[in-house]
C-alpha cells in the first residue's frame, strides 16, 4: 500500500492551496484518513481527519479555513486550505486507517510528506 501526497508549495500569506492524497495497493476498506503536519522543531500535530462516513474533526488552529474531503472510489483524501497565515508552514503528511483484507486488524499507513511553505 502506497499514499500519494501532492499539492504542495510556496503561497503567499492570505492564499490558498490544495493537497491530494492517493491511496494505492491492494486495500479491503480504508476507515479514517486525515492529514497531519509537522513544522521545524515541532511535533507532528492533528490538521483534519475524515471517517468513510464523511464525518470530520479539525484542530482549533485550522477551523474555517481548511475543508477535509475524500473520494472512497478513488480512495483519495483532499485537503483545501484557505487563508493561509506563515504558521501553517510545515509539511504535511497524510494518513489513512485501513485494512487489507476482511477480517484482519486495521493497520496504520504515512505519505511521504509534502512541504507548504507560506510567505511573502
Known amino acids: 500500500v502506497q499514499l500519494q501526497a501532492s499539492g504542495g508549495g510556496l503561497v503567499q500569506p492570505g492564499g490558498s492551496l490544495r493537497l491530494s492524497c492517493a491511496a494505492s495497493?491492494?486495500?479491503?476498506?480504508?476507515?479514517?484518513m486525515g492529514w497531519y503536519r509537522q513544522a521545524p522543531g515541532k511535533q507532528r500535530e492533528l490538521v483534519a481527519i475524515?471517517?468513510?462516513?464523511?464525518?470530520?474533526n479539525y484542530a482549533d488552529s485550522v477551523k474555517g479555513r481548511f475543508t477535509i474531503s475524500r473520494d472512497n472510489a478513488k480512495n483519495t483524501v483532499y485537503l483545501q486550505m484557505n487563508s493561509l497565515t506563515p504558521e501553517d508552514t510545515a509539511v504535511y503528511y497524510c494518513?489513512?486507517?485501513?485494512?487489507?483484507?476482511?477480517?484482519?486488524?486495521?493497520?496504520?499507513?504515512w505519505g511521504q510528506g509534502t512541504q507548504v511553505t507560506v510567505s511573502s
Open positions: 495497493g491492494t486495500i479491503f476498506s480504508i476507515n479514517i
Open positions: 475524515i471517517t468513510s462516513g464523511g464525518s470530520t
Open positions: 494518513n489513512a486507517r485501513l485494512r487489507l483484507r476482511a477480517g484482519i486488524p486495521e493497520s496504520n499507513y
